[in-house]
């Protein structure tokens, strides 16, 4: 089973981009399930029915959340009724949406989970004995397991990888907007980014205009960020699962959306 896995989409230009490069990577990389994360996916900041069904129009089967699911109210009967579309599972469990969900794959019970770092970010619970009770929920339910991991520092990132090595077939870090270097199948066969990217415009601040982001950072003033434009790039992975629910490999993907969908 091939997974395609891309990171946070901002704004208008991440929703364009994502739609125009996938014709071209489902060419490449022949993927079986196409997992997106949506939560900056309305003006940069969270994700409204409007552009969930944008993001499931361009080719996701599934979108993962974060920090900002919660930014646009009109969104949370969505949450509660879209199947496809999961918030992290360490969010108050009261809260719009589920954490978790399962799709069919090549033939494959795919669990996608949703879950959050819990340092620099709100979270009801930790997100080590969360997952291990989301797994235990999932026991006989799911042939393999795909988590997002949306989270600040690097450390928990890489040391959720290790928690879950051999019990899921990947650990896809996002949040931060930025690829790291570090894609591996670690020695449990658990697939492992600390974060995939985003999917947004190189020419700003991890997806918003760099003028803005330099105001904010010379004034301490609050600034109302709008998404930058130009380069758009899609970031991602494309993960090779076996029939075990192990992985056999993971590739990174950088790719500007203009050239991939020419
Ligand atoms: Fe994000
Ligand atoms: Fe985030």
């Known amino acids: 089973m ?8 901002v704004g208008k230009p991440g929703r364009r981009g994502l739609a125009a490069a996938m014709p071209a990577l489902r060419e490449r990389h ?3 399930l196409v997992v997106v994360n949506g939560e900056n996916s ?3 900041v969270g994700v409204t029915a409007e552009t969930a069904v944008e993001i499931f129009e361009a080719g996701a ?5 974060g920090n900002h699911t919660y930014r646009h ?26 954490g978790h969900t399962v799709v069919d794959a090549a033939g494959m019970r795919v669990a996608v989970v949703s879950l959050s770092g819990s340092l620099y970010l709100q979270v009801e619970r930790l997100p080590f004995p969360v997952i291990d009770e989301v797994l235990e929920t999932l026991d006989g339910r799911a042939d393999a397991v795909i988590v997002d991991f949306h989270a600040e520092l690097t450390s928990e990132k890489v040391v959720m990888g290790w928690h879950l ?5 990947a650990v896809l870090g996002t949040h931060t907007h930025v690829p790291t270097a570090d894609a591996r199948v670690l020695p449990g066969g658990t697939a492992h980014i600390t974060d995939v990217g985003m999917t947004g415009s190189r020419d700003g601040v991890i997806g918003v ?3 803005q982001a330099l105001q904010s950072f010379r004034t301490q003033i609050p600034v109302r960020f709008e998404p930058a434009e130009g380069n758009v790039w899609v970031m991602g992975a494309v993960v090779e699962i076996g029939d075990d629910g192990l992985s056999r490999s993971i590739e990174q993907v950088l790719v500007p959306a203009d050239e991939s969908s020419g």
């Not at 091939?2 to 989409?9: E, M, N, Q, Y």
């Not at 089967?61 to 959340?65: A, R, S």
């Not at 090595?165 to 077939?169: E, F």
């Open 2 to 9: 091939r997974l395609l896995f891309i990171g946070d989409v």
């Open 30 to 32: 022949l993927p079986d």
């Open 42 to 44: 309305a003006g940069g």
């Open 61 to 65: 089967d599934v979108i993962t959340l």
């Open 73 to 98: 109210r009109e969104v949370y009967p969505y949450l509660d009724s879209e199947q496809r579309i999961v918030r992290p599972a360490n969010h108050p469990s009261q809260n719009p949406g589920r």
């Open 165 to 169: 090595d051999g019990r899921v077939a």
């Open 209 to 211: 205009r760099w003028e």
